[in-house]
């Protein structure tokens, strides 16, 4: 009987490490982790290596939260609190905790402004050196901060024209209208994938 309770719980084990090992925000977190069935004690050890790190990342961040807050003369130095929140927020928006991060920027125009500023110039960095799956991971960071800037919209589109993703193209640019239809830098930018493309609509 003994046994059989053992092979139950090693498949539930083995189940459970398959499903955290596939799961994109597990992998968006740690990288790629592999674990071997029924290998259960190095699996566990490993597991617990993985919580360690983050909770270190975590001590980390708020021993840096506490230590900005006051410094040695009592003041508070806005601009190292900033700092921490928008790596923060940055953690939350890789691990696709979205809600999270969008809750953190409800009236915050500041930390919206630099990271878009953030996310914007680095697409715009990988987008220039033909890196351009990076450089749309990077323009959809930032939709998170701001879904309804048609710009990134426009970004986005000049990614997939490099890509020669006409069809997508055309769809992208279209949401930049759906937010501002006197968009004159996203009207160009269509009449030039339709023209180019040969993309009706």
């Known amino acids: 009987m003994a046994n059989v309770i053992k092979r139950d719980e090693a498949t539930k084990i083995n189940m459970f490490q398959k499903d955290l090992s ?4 597990f992998r968006d977190v740690y990288g790629p982790v592999t674990f071997r069935d029924n290998d259960i004690a190095p699996a566990l050890a ?3 290596q993985l919580i360690e790190v983050k909770e270190d990342e ?16 009592g003041t508070s130095n806005r ?20 809600a999270t991060a969008q809750e953190m920027l409800v009236n ?19 987008r220039r050196a033909g ?10 960071k930032s939709l998170v901060v701001t879904p309804q800037d048609e710009g990134l ?4 589109a000049r990614v997939h024209i490099a890509k020669k993703e006409w069809k997508r193209a055309a769809e992208t640019i279209n949401e930049s209208l759906k937010i501002n239809r006197e968009f004159d830098e996203g009207i160009k930018l269509l009449k030039y994938i339709r023209e180019t493309g040969g993309v009706d609509e």
């Open 46 to 48: 490993l597991m617990q």
């Open 58 to 73: 975590i001590k980390e961040l708020l021993a840096a939260k506490e230590a900005a807050q006051t410094k040695p003369n």
């Open 131 to 140: 890196r351009y799956d990076e450089a749309l991971n990077e323009f959809k």
């Open 22 to 25: 596939s799961s994109k925000i």
């Open 153 to 156: 919209y426009y970004n986005i």
């Open 79 to 98: 601009a190292d609190i900033i700092a921490i929140q928008v790596k923060q927020i940055k953690i939350f928006i890789e691990q696709g905790d979205y």
């Open 108 to 126: 915050r125009e500041d930390l919206v402004s630099i990271l878009v500023d953030d996310y914007n110039a680095a697409g715009i960095e990988h």
